[in-house]
């Protein structure tokens, strides 16, 4: 059966040379500290700094970033990935000096491209030829040379048409195409960009890759800072991730973005916030919990890593025909699966005598989708006795992973795709 | 890290400044920002320029009016309404000039704190796109000069050394308030009320030296108001380019010495300016 694949990538950019250690430095970062005082009381007129004179000393300190220490070779291109306020955009900003260090040392070699977020030079009044002259500047051409250029920038982001419009009449993908022609057109030898990805319609972000792919293989030196993972992997060398202003992680951008992803989820679970049971009495759900392959308590899951799930019960009353019963919901609460067990005692019998602990484990394969997910727990007789107990959301977990998936679950698969040979061109 | 690392070309990156990024980019980036910006206001709409000289036009006009009708201060001076309208055009540069660069690096608040730019260049190149506007209407001043029927001196040639002073004074004044004004949102109230207290500091409505019938300020307050910079300057342009038998600011001073406070102030506002712009530059985008 013909299968359609979209090309994704450029196939010449493809193969652009991997910078190897011993290549020449794009980027070096010695011992970075930066710290910002956050005053408790703002002091922002000559009259409150009269009235109070020391009202401005009552600051606390927040240290943003606290001995950063990296290095970029000529041609790499390099993520920066973090949670907010992680400080990865304090490292953009002193990298591209708009802040000063306190202390520590940067240097670079090469031009550097001086913005770090895409269209911040621009002027709502002035046309878009203005304004590419002006960002021209602003890059480090002479106005002449930004002249030459004008209608390569213009023809590239297809606005001939539009060019001696004034900005604050253009649409706002109009306005990332110019800006983003404008960074591509500066010819810089380093580039800081701030989360710019994702923008335009689908070919014009098309076009954006093969750009990046372009500057790849130009030997341009990239520095991104981003939260999406697919294009950390799609376009980085390598990866860093920072996590309250120190590296946390550096080196293959698929382990740093699992890394950022696991570090992501665990601080976004809530512990210890379980519904309150539901039910007829009889039993109760003491505990319920996932572990890991080491048998250590977790809140998260790798992709495709198998559910461990553990449930501890305490019967109440004598009960016969106990069964406990569990509900995999999304995060939507589409119940997604069940699964239960009958109870019987080391004997054989189904009847449990009042104040047993029932310890439940399973095991299943995780074919769910990267996201956050709920269990619901219940126990029931099957002879009649009703539900003894039951817990909504008794526990809820998050599953990571850096693969996009349509759909709830991925489900294993073959497929192949081969050519009709009476139809080969 | 391996030894073996080649870093040469690396060169250290000192974080933002006054100049930063290189002085050609500097003057490329002043030029291009204050030419763009004067071609977009006074040749943008089809009233552009003739709207900018509508205010100072206006104020020439009640101004005149009231001191020569109502007041009749300057009724016992012939020149007074060329007088009067060169020291209008003069002010309104100084005064548009301060107000507009007090809130520029704010206004650009995008540019400073998301691009590397050189600071000096937002408040400057206001300042720069005001001179613009004020040497247009110089020329128009001077065609009324001429039309009213001063004749052409030798010393109008030293009319630009005190346009330069002006311009000098008007971009350190400037740059002072425009890195305070990221600090202190009240100094844009503080500078309307202080630039109403120069005007009148500044001998634009009164002639100075007038004497008998016609005597207007004492000798105390004329020495007074030549501590004022712009006042000094003012004078001397009357002398140079209206009437050579006016009062010199040396004289209006009271002797040459008597002018050396108001030079004082001058240089201290230009030292000021450079030191507080270049210890507030590496700052204002954390401030802003």
């Given at each position: 059966m013909p299968v359609d694949i979209p090309a994704t990538q450029a196939p010449a950019a493809r193969h652009a040379p991997v910078p190897k250690p011993g290549d020449p430095l794009a980027i070096q970062v010695e011992g970075l500290h930066k710290s910002f005082r956050i005053p408790t009381h703002r002091v922002d007129s000559f009259k409150e700094r009269l009235v109070r004179p020391f009202a401005a000393r009552d600051y606390r300190e927040l240290q943003a970033l606290q001995g950063i220490s990296f290095d970029v070779r000529k041609g790499e291109f390099f993520g920066i990935v973090g949670r907010n306020g992680s400080g990865k955009s304090t490292l953009l900003k002193l990298l591209a000096s708009i802040y000063r260090p306190d202390a520590g040392r940067i240097r670079m070699a090469g031009r550097l491209?001086?913005?770090?977020?895409?269209?911040?030079?621009?002027?709502?009044?002035?046309t878009a030829r203005e304004n590419v002259v002006l960002n021209g500047v602003m890059m480090g051409l002479t106005p002449g040379e930004t002249r030459r250029r004008l209608d390569a920038v213009i023809d590239f982001a297809e606005l001939e048409e539009f060019s001696e419009l004034k900005l604050k009449n253009y649409s706002s993908g109009m306005l990332v195409r110019l800006a983003f022609s404008v960074m591509m057109e500066a010819d810089a030898d380093v580039l800081l960009i701030d989360e710019v990805l994702a923008v335009g319609d689908a070919s014009f972000q098309q076009k954006c890759a093969d750009a990046f792919h372009a500057m790849k293989a130009a030997g341009k030196t990239i520095v991104l800072v981003t939260h999406e993972m697919a294009t950390v992997e799609e376009y980085c060398h390598r990866a860093m991730l920072i996590d309250g202003g120190h590296i946390r992680q550096m080196g293959d951008p698929a382990e740093t973005g699992r890394e950022y992803l696991k570090l992501n989820f665990e601080r976004g679970v809530d512990t210890g916030d379980q519904a309150p049971g539901e039910g007829a009495g009889g039993a109760q759900l003491l505990d319920c919990w996932l572990e890991d392959a080491a048998g250590e308590r977790t809140t998260t899951l790798e992709h495709g890593e198998r559910i461990r799930l553990r449930a501890e019960i305490e019967v109440e009353r004598e009960a016969t025909g106990l069964q406990v019963g569990f509900v995999l919901a999304n995060a939507d609460g589409l119940g997604l699966f069940e699964f239960g067990t009958p109870v019987q005692t080391e004997e054989g019998s189904d009847a449990i005598p009042a104040g047993t602990r029932v310890l439940v484990k399973a095991d299943l394969e995780n074919p769910l989708a990267p996201g956050r997910h709920f269990i619901h727990c219940g126990a029931q007789s099957t002879r009649g006795g009703g539900v003894y107990s039951y817990v909504h959301n008794a526990l809820d977990f998050v599953v990571f992973g850096t693969v996009g998936t349509k759909g709830i679950v991925s489900i294993e698969h073959e497929i192949e795709a081969t050519l009709e040979p009476e139809r080969k061109p | 890290m391996t030894t073996t690392t080649p870093d040469a070309g690396l060169r250290d990156v000192n974080g933002p400044s006054a100049l930063g990024g290189g002085r050609r980019r500097f003057f490329d980036l002043l030029w291009l920002m204050s030419v763009t910006e004067f071609r977009r206001t006074y040749f943008g709409t089809v009233f552009g320029y003739l709207w900018s000289l509508v205010r100072p036009l206006m104020l020439f006009g009640v101004l005149l009016f009231v001191f020569t009708q109502v007041f009749k201060v300057g009724s016992g001076l012939d020149d007074y309404p060329v007088l009067l309208l060169l020291g209008i055009v003069q002010f309104t540069f100084f005064q548009e000039a301060t107000t507009a660069a007090l809130t520029s690096v704010v206004a650009q608040e995008g540019v400073v704190r998301k691009t590397q730019f050189p600071r000096l260049v937002i408040p400057l190149a206001t300042v720069l796109t005001s001179f613009f506007n004020f040497c247009l209407n110089l020329a128009i001043v001077l065609v009324f000069i001429l039309a009213w029927g001063v004749e052409p001196m030798w010393t109008w040639l030293l009319f630009p050394v005190a346009v330069a002073a002006l311009f000098v004074l008007t971009a350190t004044v400037s740059m002072i308030l425009s890195v305070l004004f990221v600090r202190f949102r009240d100094v844009a109230i503080i500078w309307t009320v202080l630039a109403q207290v120069l005007f009148y500091a500044t001998p634009i409505l009164y002639p100075l030296g007038l004497v008998g019938e016609e005597e207007f300020l004492s000798q105390r307050i004329e020495h007074l108001l030549m501590l004022n910079p712009l006042a000094v300057i003012f004078e001397q342009v009357r002398v140079w380019m209206l009437e050579p038998s006016a009062p010199t600011a040396a004289e209006a001073a009271g002797g040459?010495?008597?002018l050396l406070p108001a030079v004082v102030i001058y240089l201290g506002v230009c030292a000021f300016a450079v030191w507080i712009f270049n210890r507030e530059a590496p700052r204002i985008a954390e401030d802003l």
């Open positions: 491209a001086p913005f770090i977020e895409l269209g911040v030079g621009f002027n709502m009044e002035l | 040459a010495l008597h």
